[in-house]
């Protein structure tokens, strides 16, 4: 059964069409920005192991772990350079909103992708876009 939820990306789509076939792995993203739209749903949703399955394997931390009482509330994507289905590299800068105990807040952020072995995967970022 397909999961009708909207998506947390901010595709409009419902989930189970949207995110989840990245998430579970079972299709690669055809662009850097909709990997990266797939990472922040995984963020959003705990799907931690998306995150680490498409960091790059130069740049990969060892293990990621839950922010207690962070909740992701939405996504703003401001540009993509690059990153298409015939690039081997791409950016993509977003904006992220989310809420903790101290309140609302963002994080904005330019993020490097690069293709390996016909794959997209997320390098590294600047913070505040610059």
């Known amino acids: 059964m397909t999961d ?6 901010g595709s409009g789509a419902a989930y189970g069409a949207c ?7 079972r299709v690669p ?4 920005e909709r990997l990266m739209r797939s ?4 963020y959003a949703l705990g799907r931690l192991d998306h995150v680490l399955r498409t960091w790059h394997p130069r740049t990969r ?8 009482g962070l909740t992701w509330t939405g996504l703003t994507v401001l540009a993509a350079e690059g990153g298409q289905p015939g690039d081997d590299e791409g950016v993509v800068e977003f904006l ?23 794959r997209w995967f997320y390098l590294d970022g600047e913070p505040d876009g610059h």
């Open 61 to 68: 931390p060892h293990e990621l772990g839950d922010v207690p």
């Open 19 to 25: 995110c989840e076939p990245l998430h579970d792995n």
């Open 4 to 9: 009708e939820r909207p998506c947390p990306c």
């Open 39 to 42: 990472r922040y749903a995984a």
């Open 29 to 32: 993203a055809e662009t850097a």
């Open 96 to 118: 992220a909103a989310y809420r903790t105990a101290d309140g609302p807040g963002a994080q904005h952020e330019r993020s490097r992708f690069r293709r390996r072995a016909g």
